[in-house]
């Protein structure tokens, strides 16, 4: 949720208004697909870092998540 207007583009049909979009794409939300975990870099205290690719606009992100069991 905090990607979107950061690096995934939200659509102008709504009151957030961001630049990040492709050419003639400003009305279609991006979105986020084929996640990769990077296994040399997760730690045993449940930080894993892994990169994922973005459409409107496409682009490929490095990202962190910390996992804590319930």
């Known amino acids: 949720e905090d990607g979107y207007g950061k690096y995934m583009h939200v659509s102008w049909k709504t009151d957030r208004r ?9 009305n279609d939300y991006g979105g986020e697909y084929a996640p990769y975990m990077i296994p040399r ?5 449940g930080t894993v870092y892994f990169v994922m690719s973005t459409w ?5 992100v490095l990202m962190r998540a910390k996992l ?3």
């Open 18 to 26: 961001d630049s990040v979009h492709d050419p003639r794409r400003e």
């Open 41 to 45: 870099f997760s730690k045993k205290d």
């Open 56 to 60: 409107n606009p496409y682009n490929v």
């Open 68 to 70: 804590s069991k319930e």
